[in-house]
């Protein structure tokens, strides 16, 4: 069966920002990629957080893409380059050896790393948004919000330290998270959302 047509139809939407046709090439590609990242740096929480990054930055440069195998190779391109990156700032390119790493680099096409030069939105710019968004809810949302998400605290241990019932912790948490949400969805899909609001490094 040729998938080729609905590929340019999703494509189209996808470039007109459409979210379900963002969650198609989502579904299509990233447990590819987290597996591409973890050939580089052996850590697969790592690596999915690469390809976290690399979607979000695959959304927001969607302008630039010309045709569905862009996608792709966007996706490949940025996973390798900041991998590498990954590798030689915590200086532990010395634990591969020159060969292996040469082979892992060589698994893109170097006509297709030529070809793509995207500005990117980083991690950084990312936590300026949702560290802003935190700011901006109400004094115990906010600290219950930090308590459960910063400290990695239970429910009941944030009841017990507050003295105040489960069930207005889980109402503060459920009313952060929706706050939070809609203070990303101008900047991206919702299934990025619940990835980012989910992650640990948030």
């Given at each position: ?156 241990e944030i009841a017990d330290e507050l003295e105040i019932s489960l069930k207005t912790v889980e109402s503060h948490i459920t009313k952060a998270l929706k706050a939070l949400k ?21």
């Amino acid at each position: 069966m040729n998938t080729q047509p609905n590929e340019h139809i999703q494509f189209r939407a996808f470039k007109k920002g459409k979210e379900l046709a963002f969650e198609y090439f989502f579904n299509k590609y990233y447990n590819n990629i987290v597996g591409f990242g973890v050939q580089f740096i052996y850590d697969e929480e790592e690596a999915k957080n690469i390809a976290q990054e690399a979607f979000l930055n695959l959304w927001t440069n969607r302008n630039k893409i010309e045709q569905p195998s862009g996608i792709k190779s966007f996706l490949y391109t940025y996973t390798k380059s900041k991998c590498l990156n990954l590798i030689r700032s915590k200086k532990v390119r010395e634990k591969y050896k020159s060969e292996a790493l040469n082979k892992r680099e060589a698994l893109l096409n170097q006509e297709v790393i030529d070809a793509l030069n995207f500005d990117s939105m980083d991690f950084y710019e990312l936590e300026q948004i949702i560290n802003k968004s935190i700011e901006n809810l109400p004094g115990k949302t906010k600290t219950i919000f930090l308590k459960k998400r910063f400290d990695n605290k239970k429910n009941q241990e944030i009841a017990d330290e507050l003295e105040i019932s489960l069930k207005t912790v889980e109402s503060h948490i459920t009313k952060a998270l929706k706050a939070l949400k809609e203070q990303l969805a101008p900047y991206f899909p919702t299934i990025l959302i619940s990835i980012i609001l989910s992650s640990k490094k948030i």
